[in-house]
């Protein structure tokens, strides 16, 4: 496995400006500060079981700003990032995890992306499936989809990748590569030297990077997009990182894992090294990073107001999106629940028929 | 009072009474069947060092050493399938799938392979392994963690399913599957895993299999239900009871193979019969039950039967589950339906 630089970079990544980096950089400071409101919101009771993506800032932040709108982005669940620069509110990227369906309302870039992904790795096979369309209507567009260092030991993981390199599909697939799978670290998941070298039986190109160097991140999967949009074929790209959450607000690391792996880890944590770089390059002030944080601040405090005030669906909602058309059973089924739930106010009858 | 003192002493207090919740009673039968029987083997995601993410196999691993508790990659239908070939050669694997909602993958190795292995082989070979998985809704988790599919499991010829409703019933019926000679999906409803605490005896006795288990007489309706469920239902048999209603509660617990001797019976007994089940109505094991009792108690009927259910829909995401769930309420109110008093 690639041992992260613990070092910050002394010289600028070649072809990356100030300007760039301090942009992901307020970028990586809200995914942060959003996420650690999230978590808070879990332990009053406010918010659901959520995945955290500390640590891997860099990933998300990464494969954002590389991403074009009419590319397609299938997700996994700790995409937080990614999804924000896609253009999914954290309004949204909240209700998901508040557990309301209606967080899935993708608009912008992300009309056309997928849900989110829960069950490990079948969003892999999804992938190659929009890369097959987008392909056939020779767009030059690429499908770029986004996997945990666990889901690679899934038969769906491998069985993508096999058509991808077979069909030569316009595909991304990037691995979070955060070191664990819940309590399983990575030597008990594989016994592969690294992950990107799953690639090589797929005959595709695979590529390890450090996960926690955004610039590395956007240049690897930049790269890797331009040329799928060309049509040169799929990459694979393992981004190294820390997971340096629990799993998710249900689990609990110190079970499984020394404190003294996590605070080593800590040490090389993205956006802290990022701030380093920006102020080792003089591209960073005190009065910039205060009013960066201010802003992030409220943009985090507004979105948390409007979670917080988005009413409950009516009791019949969730019935009307099984089919295109209304179904006779399920025409039933929500009278039943007008029954049920008299005092509530109903959506409209849209599609009742009377049975 | 220390249950995990309890828990640890052992074996050597066979008839030790625990007063534990029903997760800790899979982890006291998983324990005793790993102490009685060398080839039980306890594999999974997370199971071992993380003891599961819901605890049924903590403190296994140190007990029993990595070599019978096992951390699994992350992959289902590699568990499914190394548990079958395991058992075909003299092991008892007992695998867990994390939730109920990431079987799938399995179910081409638990359909095509071990739910027929001893009837395409002539008997030649078995599979006796236990597959263990939580299931069903109302704890607020994320979406694909809370789905109620017993019954696409119930439907596959050579499979048994079986679902515990108490600590008790979760001792002896999964100690009992675990024994068993064929595969058993063994389904937690994990809502319950922790609301009562019951006496369990670490007796090593196992419960029957393929057998219901009446929780309570009555002689004027009959609720049937199992899992998660059956607390509702006897929520619903006490607010009737207070009315003058005496219901036969019937807890199912082996869905598949159905033990209809006990629900017949029943059923001829009060003339009338409420299926409650979390599932999504169309085509579940109360649909099952229900053309059953038609075809065996018809005549006994004095109104017809009725089943409380979930929606034709996925569970809601956690916000809105509750819409979804059945309540002690409309089991009263199908109850009366059936009594016929709205
Ligand atoms: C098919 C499937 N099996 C099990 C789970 C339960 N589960 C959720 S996350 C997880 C670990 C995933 O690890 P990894 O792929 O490394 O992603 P990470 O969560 O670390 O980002 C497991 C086992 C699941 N969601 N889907
Ligand atoms: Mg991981």
Redesign the pocket.
């Known amino acids: 496995m690639t041992q992260l630089k613990k070092q910050v970079a002394s010289t600028l990544p070649a072809n990356i400006s100030l300007d760039w980096l301090r942009s992901a950089y307020s970028h990586m400071v809200l995914i942060r500060a959003f996420d650690k409101k999230v978590v808070a919101l879990q332990r009053t009771g406010q918010m659901r079981t959520y ?1 955290s993506c500390l640590g891997q800032e860099a990933i998300g932040v990464g494969i954002g700003l590389a991403l074009q709108d009419n590319d397609v982005f299938v997700p ?3 995409d937080q990032a990614t999804l924000f620069l896609r253009g999914v509110s954290l309004t949204q990227i909240m209700q998901v995890w508040g557990g309301d369906e209606r967080g899935h309302l993708f608009e912008g870039a992300a009309r056309r992306d997928l849900p989110l992904c ?5 969003q892999m096979t999804h992938a190659a499936g929009v890369a097959i369309a987008l392909k056939s209507r020779a767009e030059h567009q690429a499908c770029l989809v986004t ?6 030991s ?1 038969g769906d993981f491998s069985e993508a990748l096999n058509l991808a390199g077979l069909w030569q599909l316009p595909m991304v697939c990037v691995i ?3 070191q ?3 309590s ?1 670290p990575l030597h008990k ?1 594989t016994a592969c030297q690294t992950l990107a070298q799953k690639a090589v039986a797929a005959g595709m190109e695979g590529v390890q990077i450090d996960g926690n160097d955004v610039a590395e991140v956007y240049q690897a999967v930049d790269r890797a997009l331009t040329k799928a949009r060309q049509g040169k074929g799929p990459t694979l790209i393992e981004a190294v990182s820390y ?1 340096l959450s629990d ?1 998710t607000t249900a689990d609990d690391a110190t079970r499984y894992r020394d404190l003294e792996q996590v605070n080593n880890a800590w040490e090389r944590e993205p956006v802290k090294r990022l701030q380093s770089l920006l102020h080792a390059h003089q591209g960073w002030s005190p009065e910039q990073e205060n009013a960066l944080l201010e802003s992030v601040r409220k943009q985090v405090d507004d979105a948390v107001t409007a979670y917080l005030s988005i009413p409950p669906q009516p009791a019949d909602e969730f019935l009307k999106y099984q089919f295109a058309e209304m179904t006779t059973p399920l025409a039933l089924q929500i009278s039943w629940q007008h029954e049920r739930f008299p005092e509530h106010e109903t959506s409209d009858s849209n599609g009742v028929q009377k049975s | 009072m220390s249950v995990t003192r309890a828990v640890n002493s052992g074996l050597s207090d066979i008839n030790t009474v625990h007063e534990i919740t029903m997760v800790e009673a899979v982890t006291l039968a998983l324990r005793r069947a790993m102490t009685e029987d060398p080839t039980v083997v306890v594999l999974g ?2 199971v071992a060092t993380n003891g599961g993410v819901f605890r049924a196999t903590e403190n296994l691993k140190t007990e029993f050493g990595f070599k019978r508790v096992l951390d699994t990659p ?1 992959a ?1 239908s590699m568990i499914a399938g190394i548990s079958i070939g395991m058992a075909t050669h003299g092991m008892r694997p007992v695998a867990e799938i ?2 109920m ?2 079987i799938f ?1 399995a179910m081409e190795q638990i359909v095509c392979h071990a739910a027929r292995m001893r009837n395409r082989t002539r008997g030649r070979l078995h599979c006796p392994l236990v597959i263990r998985a939580p299931f069903g809704g109302g704890i607020g988790a994320p979406e ?1 963690h809370s789905e109620s599919t017993e019954a696409l499991f119930a439907h596959i010829p050579g499979l048994r399913v079986v679902i515990p409703s108490s600590p008790v019933r979760a001792y002896g019926l999964l100690l009992s599957a675990i024994r068993n000679p064929d595969p058993v999906l063994f389904l937690e409803p994990k809502r319950i895993y922790r609301i009562v605490r019951q006496r369990v005896v670490d007796s090593g006795k196992g419960l029957p299999l393929d057998t219901c288990f009446t929780l309570r007489q009555g002689d004027d309706i009959t609720l049937i239900s199992w899992g998660a469920m059956m607390h509702e239902t006897l929520q619903a048999a006490t607010q009737l009871q207070q009315r003058g209603v005496n219901a036969d509660v019937i807890d199912v617990a082996t869905i598949s193979p159905l033990d209809m001797t006990t629900i017949v019976r029943s059923v001829r007994h009060t003339g009338r019969c409420v299926i409650v089940q979390e599932a999504a109505r169309s085509g579940g094991i109360a649909s099952e039950i229900s053309a059953r009792v038609a075809e065996e108690a018809m005549p006994w009927l004095q109104s017809p039967v009725q089943r409380v259910t979930g929606f034709d829909t996925p569970m809601p995401y956690p916000r809105h589950e509750h819409y979804y769930l059945p309540t002690a309420a409309d089991i009263v109110r199908a109850c009366e339906r059936t009594l016929g008093v709205i």
């Open positions: 995945p996994y669940y700790r829960i069950p490990i790795a079948t996997c945990g260092d666990g889901a690679t899934k979070n590569n955060n664990w799978a819940i399983v998941q997971r799993h | 995601e997370d992350l289902e994390q939730f909602g990431f993958a694909h």
